[in-house]
C-alpha cells in the first residue's frame, strides 16, 4: 500500500478521534489531539511542529560524494537501523480506536520495530496488566523494547521494574512529566515529581540503562545527569500536562550544548519527516522519538504501514544528509542548519 492508501484506511479506524491528517501537526485537533491533547490553549503540540520547519538545512554538493549515507546509531552498545525510536503511547482504544487496545497494539508495535531495526518505547497506565504484557511481549524479541514507567509512588515503580529485569529488558525510561497527570496527583504520597535522589535510587534499582523522559530545560537536564541517566528525552508531551510551554526544538539546542557527551539526548515532539531528523541531530540530539505517525500507520496498514513509515522517514534522512554533505551521523553538526 502507497502512503496516501494507508492514511485513508486509518481514518475508518481513527475517525472521529483522529482524522488520520496527511501531516500530523495539531493544526486540525488543537487540544483534542489523541493522547489525550494540548493543555489549553491547545497550541503546543502544532508549535512543535511549527517550530522545526522554522529550520532550514545548508545544502553543500561541493564535496565528496556521499554516496549512500550511514545512518545507523549505537544505542547503550547495540546498533540499530537509523536514529529513530518509537514514542510511548496509552489508551490507544480510546484516543485513537477499537482496533487496537494497549496490549495488542504495544505488541504489534514493538515487532514492526524490531524487524526494521529498530525498537519501540512502550506505555504505562493505571491498568497494571499493560506494562506485564508489553514486558513480556518484548523478551519474545530478545528485549528489545524501552517500557516507560509512570512516575507512581516508589513501591509501584521498583515493582515494575521488577519485572523488567527479570525479563531482562534492554533499557527502561520514565516519563517524569507524567507527575501532572490528574490520575497521579490524585494518588499522593511520592507519586509524581521526584527528586534527584529519588531518581537516582530508581536508575540504581533498574540496573540497567535507564532514560528519563519530559526534560525541557538545561536545569532539568543536569539533574537527570546527577542522577546517572544514561538517556535524557527532551520532550513536552506535546503540552498535555502543562499548557504555555516552549517547543521541543526551542530548547533542544541549550540542552545539548550542556550536557552533550554526558548523556545519549533524544528528542520527541513534532518530527514529523527525515528533514526534521536531521534538524533535530544537528541541534545536539543524538536520535528522535515518533509516536502519532507510526500509531496512524498501524491502524492504516499494521506491521506494513509501520515499515511504509519507517521507510519514508530514512530515505528523506538520507536524501538530506546527501544534499547537506553529510556521510554519517556524525557529519550532521550544527553548522549544516540555519535559522
Known amino acids: 500500500m502507497e502512503y496516501k492508501e494507508i492514511l ?19 493544526k486540525a485537533c488543537g487540544n483534542n489531539v489523541p493522547g489525550p491533547g494540548s493543555k489549553a490553549p491547545g497550541n503546543a503540540a502544532a508549535r512543535n511542529y511549527d517550530k522545526w520547519q ?3 538545512v545548508n545544502m553543500d554538493t561541493l564535496c565528496q560524494n556521499v ?7 549505537e544505542l547503550f552498545g547495540r546498533r540499530f537501523s537509523a536514529p529513530l525510536f518509537v514514542a510511548p503511547l496509552g ?5 485513537y480506536g477499537p482496533k487496537y487496545h494497549d496490549q495488542s497494539y504495544n505488541a504489534e508495535m514493538m515487532k514492526a520495530a524490531v524487524d526494521c531495526g ?4 512502550t506505555g504505562d497506565g493505571v491498568n497494571a496488566q499493560i506494562m506485564k504484557d508489553a514486558v513480556a511481549d518484548s523478551a519474545a524479541l ?3 523494547s524501552i517500557p516507560t514507567i509512570k512516575p507512581w509512588d516508589r513501591e509501584t515503580v521498583f515493582g515494575k521494574l521488577d519485572d523488567v529485569i527479570a525479563h531482562n529488558i534492554f533499557a527502561a525510561a520514565m516519563d517524569v512529566d507524567a507527575a501532572g497527570l490528574p490520575f497521579l496527583k490524585k494518588l499522593g504520597g511520592n507519586a509524581g515529581s521526584k527528586t534527584v535522589a529519588e531518581m537516582r535510587e530508581i536508575i540504581e534499582h533498574a540496573g540497567r540503562p535507564f532514560i528519563v523522559k519530559g526534560i525541557m530545560t538545561v536545569a532539568g537536564a543536569k539533574k ?3 542522577a546517572g541517566a544514561a538517556g535524557i528525552i527532551v520532550s513536552n508531551h506535546g503540552g498535555r500536562v502543562q499548557g504555555g510551554v516552549p517547543a521541543t526544538a526551542e530548547v533542544l539546542g541549550e540542552i545539548a550544548d550542556a550536557v552533550k557527551g554526558q548523556t545519549v539526548i533524544l528528542v520527541d515532539g513534532g518530527i514529523r519527516s527525515g528533514v526534521d531528523i536531521f534538524r533535530a541531530l544537528a541541534l545536539g540530539a543524538d536520535a528522535v522519538l515518533v509516536g502519532r505517525p507510526f500509531a496512524t500507520m498501524l491502524y492504516g496498514a499494521g506491521e506494513e504501514g509501520f515499515k511504509v513509515l519507517y521507510n519514508k522517514l530514512t530515505s528523506e534522512l538520507k536524501g538530506t544528509m546527501d544534499m547537506c554533505g553529510a556521510a554519517t551521523l556524525k557529519d550532521i553538526t550544527r553548522d549544516k542548519i540555519r535559522f
Open 54 to 56: 522554522e529550520i532550514f
Open 118 to 121: 529498530i525498537l519501540a518505547f
Open 224 to 226: 537527570a545527569v546527577e
Open 67 to 73: 554516496g549512500d549515507p550511514d545512518i545507523s546509531f
Open 142 to 144: 530478545g528485549g528489545l
Open 8 to 26: 485513508e484506511e486509518a481514518r475508518k479506524h481513527t475517525a472521529p478521534h483522529c482524522m488520520a491528517c496527511p501531516v500530523c501537526n495539531g
Open 91 to 95: 489508551a490507544v482504544d480510546m484516543h
